[in-house]
């Protein structure tokens, strides 16, 4: 969540019928259904009628001026809105790891070990 809340309006990307999200490069395709409900937030960002809101290029604003939301304020909405955050977390490395060697996700901060133990798990070599 701590990388989630640093990102800006910026990073949200519009290429033709595409939405992508650089997250790194190249920036990450966002499949529908999410794509249309990244759309939507951008065009309401909640909060955003005080003074120093309307300027603010943070995706989620915090409550002070010029900063993003609080990581630990955000961490427990996917949960309370029904999206297991652990099973979805398992579900993302391993189809990543699928796709791509496992010392490739040592980027997004997992070790090398990790991934290949998640990779034999899902049947990859």
Do not use: C
């Amino acid at each position: 969540m701590s990388r989630i809340v640093r990102l800006t309006t910026d990073d949200v990307l519009h290429d033709g019928d595409h939405t992508l999200l650089r997250l790194g490069e190249p920036p990450t395709p966002v499949p529908e259904p999410l794509a249309g409900l990244l759309r939507a937030y951008l065009e309401d960002r909640p909060n955003m009628t005080t003074a120093a809101s309307p300027a603010s290029r943070w995706l989620f604003r915090g409550r002070r001026a010029g900063q993003p939301v609080d990581p630990g304020s955000i961490r427990d909405l996917p949960q309370e809105i029904g999206v297991p955050a652990q099973s979805g977390r398992t579900a993302a490395i391993r189809q990543l790891v699928l796709q791509m060697p496992p010392v490739a996700a040592q980027g997004l901060g997992y070790h090398h070990t990790s991934t290949t133990k998640i990779a034999a798990e899902a049947g990859s070599p």
